[in-house]
Each structure stands twice: as structure tokens, then as C-alpha cells.
């Protein structure tokens, strides 16, 4: 009788339990998300939470994994963490279906072992960079073009996917509080993205297991039969490196249940307690221009957020809410 991991034995380097102990999440589960997620699950990563905001579509049906006729309508977060769930009883798997600044909080980012980024637009990229640099979370990041992919990794502390882009492009003052733009919808199929999914995910395991991958991106094009490694360079102008003080933030207790009021108990009259959104049709961050009674779910703060309080005149301290607990 053979064990479903015996081939993973003769892997020079693998761990089993390294997979079977590590998290990830993966921001995004269209065509290379659902597939690197795939990935992943049927390698033995241990805890999943898969984020998108999108239901799947009829045009989906041609790539990514785990979506079927019968699934148009529904959330793809849902679809692909229940197909996980189906081939992998042991897997720990977390659905949210929300944009990833409301679905997956800053303390989860940090906590996991890695976070993807399978996102299809530039400027989310940069707003997913920003919040992991807050929480110094390293992003490895997949994304396709007709004939080809890239495959980015950004350990803590180095180049972001920002430090990429040009400086015109990142005008934006704070991209980790941009709302997204829509994406440019460009040519995709399964092969390509699976072939880049497939890279991520490599890539990834090789993190998990703490192996040397080079930071940098890796660019795939199957016209040239090739595979280049291109140097990234860290741009010091680049906005998106911003880190909270971890001295600075205390544990506040709550969850996302917990109402605007519960939150203002918690800190004194002159401060300013915000969320990274805003809360009203006028922009404002400030908790005290949201209703007491909203509940933070209701202002699309997602679970395990680290929300800023600002006390005058230009000090700022931390509050860190609960995580929900992954699988
Ligand atoms: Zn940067």
C-alpha cells in the first residue's frame, strides 16, 4: 500500500510537515489564484484562505480550476475553497468573499507563512504590497500576458511590486487605501495560466520550506522556450514601505462583531481611531464620523485588522483586532 505524500519523500530538500504546519493565503482565485491554490492543497499546505470579490462567469469556465457550468453565479472564493475542501479532508480551508483590504486583515497577513498575490490589476498589486510592508509579510506575486507569465517574490524588507512600477504609475499617495481601478482585461487561456501558477507554486513551496529563492521576478516565455530572472531594485522614492511600530500596537480584543462604540470605549477623547476605508460619503476615516451603533463587518473592516489611532498632535498607536480562527 502506498501513502498519498510518498513521492514528496524522494524529493531532495521536501518536508512534509513543513506543508502540513504552514499557512498561506491566497489573494485572488481567478485562473492562476484557483490553480495555485490547487497546487498548493495537493501538496500538503496545511491552512488556506483564499480571498476574491468576483462570482465566477460563464467567460471563466475556459481556465482556472475547480469552477464548473454549475458554478456561474457563485463566489469563486467559495466555489474553489469548497473544491479544496472536496480533495482535501485534512486541509484547513477559509473562504472570504470580499476585495482583499475588507476580506483578509492586516494581522493575517502578517501571520501567515506567505501570501500570494494572483490579482489582476496593477494598482491592486500595489495596494496588496502596501499592506504587507505595514506588517512586513512577504508577497510573491503571479501574473499572466497572452504567450507568458511573471512570477515576482518580495521577501520583507526589500523590493515591493511597487518599487517596480513607474513612479507615474504609483502616483497615488496612499495605495493601500485606493480603491481598485477595473482591470484591464487582456488575453488569457488555461495553459498560460497554468504554467505560471505552477512556477508560483513551486516558488512557494521552496519558501515554505525556508529554501533560497531569489528575490527578484522571473519572467516565462514559452515563444523563446525561456525562463529569465529579472533583477528588481529597491526604489528608494518608492511610497509603499511604510511599517506600523509592532511596539505600538496592542491587542484590542474585539472582533468584527464589535460596534463603532466598542471601539471608541477603548481610547481616550482626544483620539482618533480610523480604519484604512473611509466611512462615509465624504472620505472620512474616522471611526467618530461612523455611526455607534455599525458594527465594524458593517464598515467592511475584515477580521484580524489593525486599525490606526491617531492622537494629536501627529502621534499613532495601534489596535489589533482578533483573527478568526482558519479552519
Ligand atoms: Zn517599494
Known sequence: MTERYDRHTLIPDWSQQALTDASAVIIGVGAVG??????????????????DPDSVA???????TGYG????????????ADALQAREPKLAVTARVADFRHGVGLAELRSADLVLSCLDSV???????????????GMLDAGTHPWGGEVRYHPTGGTCFACGVPAGERALSAWHVACADPPRLAGASAPVSALTAAWQATLAVRILFGLPVDAGAVRLDPLTGESRPVLLRRDPECPCHRRL???????????TGATVADVLALVRPEEQPLVWQSVDPLG???LRAASP???????????????????????VRYLELEKEALG
Open 284 to 286: 472620512s476615516t474616522s
Open 293 to 315: 451603533n455599525a458594527t465594524l463587518a458593517d464598515l467592511g473592516v475584515p477580521p484580524g485588522e489593525i486599525l490606526p489611532v491617531v492622537r494629536p498632535p501627529a502621534d
Open 123 to 137: 494598482t491592486d498589486r500595489i495596494a496588496l504590497a502596501s499592506r504587507c510592508n505595514l506588517v512586513e509579510a
Open 245 to 255: 511600530d509592532p511596539d505600538r500596537i496592542t491587542r484590542a480584543g474585539l472582533d
Open 58 to 64: 460563464e467567460s471563466n469556465l475556459s481556465r482556472g
Open 69 to 80: 457550468p454549475d458554478d456561474v453565479g457563485r463566489p469563486k472564493a467559495t466555489v474553489v
Open 34 to 51: 484557483s490553480e495555485v491554490a490547487r497546487l498548493l492543497a495537493q501538496a500538503g499546505v496545511g491552512r488556506l484562505l483564499v480571498c
